[in-house]
T-cell receptor
Framework: VTLLEQNPRWRLVPRGQAVNLRCILK??????MSWYQQDLQKQLQWLFT????????VKSLPGADYLATRVTDTELRLQVANMSQGRTLYCTC???????????FGEGSRLIVV | QQKVQQSPESLSVPEGGMASLNCTSS?????YFWWYRQHSGEGPKALM?????GDKKEGRFTAHLNKASLHVSLHIRDSQPSDSALYFC???????????FGKGTSLTVIP
C-alpha cells in the first residue's frame, strides 16, 4: 500500500534554477511529514518536519538551499534552489515523534544538475 | 560528526550464506533503532525495529541490540539474490522527530 506519492520522480535542473517538489499523504494515520535528502554518496539526512498546514521552514546545506511548506493536511512541498550537486529528496511520514514509530519513505524525487 | 557508524561498507556473501551487518551509535540518548533496506531506484523500506536489549527475529532476519555498548547488528540467514541492496541503520531519540542514519552497507548476494 502506497503511503506517499511524490512528484516529479526525477528532474534535470539547470544550474542556478529552482525546482518545486510535491508530496501527497495517502493515509491520515501518519500525519507527521518530513523531507530527507540523500546525497550522491547515499548518505541520508533529515531536513524538516512539518506537522500543520501553514508551517514553513528554510534551511541551507552544502550544495542546496531549501524551503519547505506544509500546504494542507495531505500535501507537503519543497523548493530546492542553488543546487550545485545532484541529490534525491524523500518525503516521509510517521504517526508521531514519540516512542518507536517507524518512518515511511516515498519513492523519491531525483534531481540531476545540468 | 557521524552519530551512527556502520560496518562493513560493503559485503559479498554466497547465496544461502549468512550476512552480518554492524552498527554503532555515539549518542547514549538514542533509544530506538531500525534497519532499513534500499534497492536501487527505490526509497528505503523499514525491515525491522529493535528497542530492547537482546535478539529480535523476523523470518530470515535477526536483529541484536546491546544498549550498554550502543551496538546493533543485523544477521540475514539463507541470503537470497533479492537481498542484494543498501542497508541502513537508523536511530532516534525519544521526543525528537528526526532519524539519524548510518552511511549504509552495500550487500551483494552472489548466485
Amino acid at each position: 500500500v502506497t503511503l506517499l506519492e511524490q512528484n516529479p520522480r526525477w528532474r534535470l535542473v539547470p544550474r542556478g534554477q529552482a525546482v518545486n517538489l510535491r508530496c501527497i499523504l495517502k493515509n491520515s494515520q501518519y500525519p507527521w511529514m518530513s523531507w530527507y535528502q540523500q546525497d550522491l554518496q547515499k548518505q541520508l539526512q533529515w531536513l524538516f518536519t512539518l506537522r500543520s498546514p501553514g508551517d514553513k521552514e528554510v534551511k541551507s546545506l552544502p550544495g542546496a538551499d531549501y524551503l519547505a511548506t506544509r500546504v494542507t493536511d495531505t500535501e507537503l512541498r519543497l523548493q530546492v534552489a542553488n543546487m550545485s550537486q545532484g541529490r534525491t529528496l524523500y518525503c516521509t511520514c510517521n504517526s508521531g515523534p514519540y516512542s518507536g514509530n517507524t518512518l515511511y519513505f516515498g519513492e523519491g524525487s531525483r534531481l540531476i544538475v545540468v | 560528526q557521524q552519530k551512527v557508524q556502520q560496518s562493513p561498507e560493503s559485503l559479498s556473501v554466497p547465496e544461502g550464506g549468512m550476512a552480518s551487518l554492524n552498527c554503532t551509535s555515539s549518542d547514549r540518548n538514542f533509544q530506538y533503532f531500525w534497519w532499513y533496506r534500499q534497492h536501487s531506484g527505490e526509497g528505503p523500506k523499514a525491515l525491522m525495529s529493535i528497542f530492547s536489549d537482546g535478539d529480535k527475529k523476523e523470518g530470515r532476519f535477526t536483529a541484536h541490540l546491546n544498549k550498554a555498548s550502543l551496538h546493533v547488528s543485523l544477521h540475514i540467514r539463507d541470503s537470497q539474490p533479492s537481498d542484494s541492496a543498501l542497508y541502513f541503520c537508523a536511530a532516534r531519540r525519544t521526543g525528537y522527530q528526526n532519524f539519524y542514519f548510518g552511511k549504509g552497507t552495500s550487500l551483494t548476494v552472489i548466485p
